[in-house]
């Protein structure tokens, strides 16, 4: 079977590894380039399933900001981001909201939650 | 309720200032005081609201708002004074602070230690001369953040990006996710200004295409931007002719830099490196100016908010160290003066533990001639410290007295001394 490379840049932190990973068909042979184990991990995840952590800002009534920001509190099928985007727009939160407050539970049935990142305090109680 | 003296004053509570005042506190600062332009603490971070931060300190991969909001609710509990909305309008070498705010009107105080931590700001236009009308819906890529994030409305529908800074890629993404078209990301330089990992995930992910050694030719439009004129670079960084290609869109966003905002150093009197824009620091990330103190995108612009903490702390945990110091020095510090027919002394103060290495002498010039034996004396308040005889004091003899390290305790009970010359 002929061999195939696959140039990946690894998001899993700053550093950026420049990966290069040799197939065969569907299955991985090697991967190099990373500096450590997760880039292993980005790489078998980017093939098969890839994943990314989804942040965006959800409406909030009666706080000190009209919107709270939040993030998925892990990584979520690539196609479906737009689809979770979507669904964040439809909902309209009351201040007071606090970090970590779960915002959507099980989104889109991924098993993974939408969570407030930060506190929005309602306008009454900042002044 | 805002005091007249603090140990350590802080100017901005972005994560430098955070991690100043938490840190300050920690090291044994007893006021700590934090004075912040915005309404609310977290300073950039809380329109960040992307993640990626945190991974060096806590191993976790965090929101900015949810970094910012960890060392916000650890502030909470420390006991720190913070004055919001406020404007830092004016700081002196000797660390008087001047702020303005609605809520405390114009205040002034004294600080032990200042830690400057005003961190930086976008270029603009301007900065960068870009020709062409002066339409409505050219926004830095930071403002145009703020925007969507905070205030909650979009700056525009077709975008194109100048600058392939971080902050630049990032609302690539931000204004896809909001339902805008970005049509163009233009980088002058060679390469990519911001990180790689936000090449992947902000442009290649939604198909946004980045042109390297391109800029702005000029801007079209006259109330609104209605397109932008792109062209090529050379080498010589100049634009090579027949490369022009006219970008229809409403909004222009420039990510071209950011710069140490340092307005207040040099009111400070502050040394600035020409080169970082920020003030020269020494390990302790203390100025050229003793007691006053800088850390995080005041002094170099970062890439990663973790370090950005990390300078914060040591910059904070420095500046307690100072005020404690100087509290110290001000309670161990005795102050000499000229009692009766004695016009002055030298030294006009002395450090009390200095006599636990040797006697002191002091010297001074009497007022009067007396012409008979008198009792030169060091008192405190009605207590005689020492004393020595001579037979007569003229003016134009001066006269020496040592106190004996015999006197140590005597000496550690007085906050002033005073020296008098009396007939025997």
């Known amino acids: ?127 | 309720m805002l005091k007249q003296k603090y140990d350590v004053i802080v100017i901005g509570a972005g994560p430098a200032g955070l991690a100043a005042a938490i840190e300050a506190k920690k090291t044994g600062a007893q006021d700590v005081l934090v004075i912040e332009r915005a309404q609310e603490l977290g300073g950039i971070l809380q329109q960040c609201i992307h993640n990626g931060f945190g991974l060096q300190i806590f191993k976790k991969d965090l929101p900015g708002p949810a970094y910012a909001q960890r060392f916000i609710d650890e502030l909470a509990g420390l006991h720190v004074d913070t004055l919001l909305d406020a404007m830092a309008i004016n700081v002196t070498s000797e660390r008087h602070v001047y702020a303005t705010s609605r809520w405390s009107g114009f205040v002034e105080m004294d600080t032990r230690a200042l830690v400057l931590a005003m961190g930086c700001r976008e270029r603009t236009r301007a900065q960068i001369a870009l020709p062409g009308t002066r339409p409505a819906g050219v926004y830095t890529a930071g403002t145009a953040q703020r925007f969507v994030n905070i205030e909650g409305f979009m700056p525009g529908k077709r975008f194109v990006i100048l600058g392939s800074g971080d902050i630049g890629m990032i609302m690539a993404r931000r204004l896809t996710f909001e339902g805008a078209k970005v049509e163009r990301v233009l980088e002058i330089m060679p390469f990519l200004t911001g990180l790689t990992r936000n090449y992947v995930q902000c442009l290649l992910d939604y198909d946004i295409p980045l042109q390297l050694h391109h800029t702005v030719k000029r801007i079209i439009g006259n109330d609104r931007v209605e397109a932008i004129e792109s062209v090529q670079i050379d080498e010589q960084r100049q634009p090579i002719p027949g490369t022009e290609e006219t970008i229809p869109c409403d909004t222009l966003l420039l990510s071209v830099g950011l710069i140490p905002e340092n307005e207040l150093s040099r009111k400070a009197g502050v040394s600035l490196d020409p080169v970082t824009g920020g003030p020269f620091v020494d390990e302790k990330m203390q100025t050229s100016v003793p007691g006053i103190f800088a850390a995080g995108n005041v002094v170099h612009v970062y890439d990663l908010v973790d370090w950005v903490t990390q300078a914060g702390l040591l910059c904070g945990r420095n500046a307690a160290q100072y005020a404690i110091t100087e509290r110290k020095n001000h309670g161990r510090q005795v102050k000499m003066k000229a009692g009766d027919n004695v016009r002055y002394v030298v030294p006009h103060v002395l450090d009390k533990e200095s006599l636990a290495e040797s006697a002191q002498r002091l010297q001074m010039r009497v007022t009067l001639p007396i012409e008979e034996p008198v009792w030169v004396e060091v008192m405190n308040g009605e207590e005689r410290v020492t004393r020595k005889a001579e037979l007569y004091v003229r003016p134009g003899e001066m006269v020496n007295i040592d106190i004996p390290q015999s006197a140590y305790d005597a000496v550690q009970r007085a906050s002033e001394l005073s020296v008098r010359v009396v007939r025997r």
């Open chain 1, 1 to 127: 079977m002929t061999q195939e490379h696959k140039k990946l840049i690894c998001i899993t932190c700053p550093r950026g590894c420049a990966l290069d990973v040799t197939m065969e068909g569907e299955a991985v042979i090697k991967i190099e380039g990373n500096s450590c184990k997760r880039g292993v991990d980005y790489a078998m995840g980017e093939l098969k399933d890839p994943r990314r952590i989804v942040t965006t800002t959800a409406r909030v009534r009666g706080g000190v900001h009209p919107l709270v920001p939040v993030y998925t509190e892990s990584p979520i099928p690539k196609p479906r981001i737009f689809d979770l985007l979507a669904e964040i727009r439809k909902i309209e939160l009351k201040a007071p909201v606090k970090f970590g407050d779960v915002v959507i539970e099980n989104a889109l049935g991924t098993g993974v939650n939408v969570l407030a990142s930060r506190n929005i305090p309602a306008k009454s109680e900042a002044s």
